[in-house]
């Protein structure tokens, strides 16, 4: 499967992104996640969300991120609002079948102070 990720950019502190993942094929039954790798850190899982629906946050995110998902699309989207500039990262979506993990290319998210 592959995955493209859109929708990063350069905002000011407390604007609002919504990034996308548009995956090849039906996601129907995947979960999908959203990860996050910022210059000179580790990268980390900021979002996720069930093929039933139910998602999980990094807690630095909580009340801020939404992850939702449109299988008819084969999309699932996070929604960034209230941005910080400890937000400021490179935005990845991961699914994972059986034992392997497919990437998208990443979407540069900056957001200024």
């Known amino acids: 499967v592959q995955l493209q990720a859109f929708g990063g950019g350069f905002v000011q502190a407390g604007g609002s992104l919504n990034l996308s993942c548009t995956a090849s094929?039906?996601?129907?039954?995947?979960?999908m996640t959203w990860y996050r790798q910022a210059p000179g850190k580790q990268r980390e899982l900021v979002a996720s969300?069930?093929?039933?629906?139910?998602?999980n946050y990094l807690d630095s995110v909580k009340g801020r991120f939404t992850i939702s998902r449109n299988n008819s699309k084969n999309t699932v989207y996070l929604q960034m609002n209230s941005l910080k500039p400890e937000d400021t990262a490179v935005y990845y979506c991961?699914?994972?079948?059986?034992?392997?993990?497919?990437w998208g290319q990443g979407t540069q998210v900056t957001v200024s102070s």
């Open positions: 991961m699914t994972q079948i059986s034992v392997h993990s497919y």
């Open positions: 094929r039906s996601i129907f039954f995947l979960d």
């Open positions: 969300i069930t093929n039933d629906g139910n998602a």
